[in-house]
């Protein structure tokens, strides 16, 4: 099933890392902001996650929730991506990627590999975790995963849709919570 804005989402219902079986129709009612991340070691999905954490008065404010689908062990991902991070949203595991193919997510090819934008982003990003003497996040399984930023309006439908295409495209915050604002409406 491809998901695209004007279209009903597709189902997504997973397990926690507790077990817990939670869905997408939890949060009908209600905006809601659905970020699937890449590989436990990408630097861009950690600094996504931030960025989403920093901005969690205003997504509070809009009355959205926010749900994050990853698909590696939450202990690999606890050690590399999420270390020191308290995150205070949802995380589902989708550990065999049936829900991010049924949200028209892929992986990684070739091109994705030669865009220039890919390795200035990783110089910035790599320079940025330097100075802040981070260290790299290593290797993970499922390395070739792209992720992607969906809002799905209080009734189910989507309004934003952002399937990556490189590791380091992801939609903008102002773009995410503009998106949000539209859909709490």
């Not at 009355?63 to 698909?71: E, K, N």
């Not at 028209?104 to 220039?116: H, I, N, P, T």
């Given at each position: ?7 009903s989402?597709?189902p997504?219902?997973?397990a926690?890392?507790?077990g ?12 809601v ?11 861009f ?11 969690r ?12 689908v ?9 050690a ?9 949203y ?6 065999t990627?049936t829900?991010y ?12 590999w030669?865009?220039l934008?890919l390795?200035?982003?990783a ?10 003497k ?6 993970a ?16 439908k ?13 939609a903008k915050?102002?773009?995410?919570l503009?998106?949000?604002q539209?859909?709490?409406?």
């Amino acid at each position: 099933m491809d998901a695209d804005a004007g279209g009903s989402a597709p189902p997504l219902e997973l397990a926690t890392a507790a077990g817990e079986r939670r869905s997408l129709q939890e949060f009908l009612g209600r905006p809601v902001l659905i970020s699937f991340l890449g590989p436990a070691h990408c630097l861009f999905c950690r600094a996504h996650v931030i960025r989403v954490i920093h901005a969690r008065t205003e997504i509070e404010r809009l009355g959205a929730g926010v749900i994050f689908v990853a698909h590696n062990d939450p202990e690999l991902l606890t050690a590399k991506m999420l270390h020191d991070l308290e995150l205070p949203y949802t995380l589902l595991l989708d550990p065999t990627r049936t829900a991010y193919a049924r949200w028209g997510l892929g992986e990684a090819g070739v091109r994705s590999w030669l865009s220039l934008g890919l390795y200035w982003a990783a110089l910035t990003t790599t320079l940025n975790v330097w100075l802040k003497k981070e260290s790299s996040l290593g290797n993970a399984p499922g390395r070739t995963q792209l992720g992607g930023d969906f809002v799905v309006d209080r009734t189910g439908k989507l309004v934003f849709v952002n399937r990556l295409k490189s590791f380091h495209d992801r939609a903008k915050i102002s773009d995410l919570l503009g998106a949000l604002q539209g859909a709490a409406t």
